[in-house]
């Protein structure tokens, strides 16, 4: 398994992956696509092509900092799921060097959000006790009730505090437009 780091706006690989992420998450989870498209040179992002035997089969979004990596978006092909490459693909990506994975899961309210947590349980991640909430990709919007997941233990509640606050400066308020 490969990520393939996309960092231009014309790459072959952002066609099948526009459509997973339009999919995958709701429109009030996730930048508009032209938008996600200009953030491709800012060095801390990453949107990754996730290669197995050759061929995509999903994607990372993530921001890496020294101080953690926080996986914004993470989508598998529909096509493809079942084949355990979400587990190969998350444990590969926790091979890079940070302290600590912070991703943002909805709160268990279904059975689908229910299966999402334990998915990510079973790969190390812990829920964080304190209370969160995704703020919006547009300003004006309002903020979506969430938990925040951390491997490899869940944070203090100091760090659970900046750590909140560094994603909503670096993630979210720094694109305000």
Known sequence: MTFKRIDHEHHPYLIPIQKWYEDAFPVTERRQFTALRQL?????????G????????????????????FIEHFAI???????????????????????????EVELPTDDLSRRRIQFYEREGFSVNPFPYAQPPYQRGNPPIPMHLMSSPAVLSQQDFTEYSRLIHERVYERFYV
């Open 77 to 103: 092909d529909p096509d493809q799921r079942g084949n355990r490459l979400g587990q190969r693909a998350l444990r590969h990506l926790q091979q890079l060097n940070s302290p600590c994975f912070i991703l």
């Open 50 to 69: 996730i290669e197995s035997d050759e061929q995509l089969v999903g994607f990372f979004i993530y921001w890496h900092w020294k101080e953690f990596l």
């Open 40 to 48: 491709l040179r800012q060095p801390d992002m990453y949107l990754c």
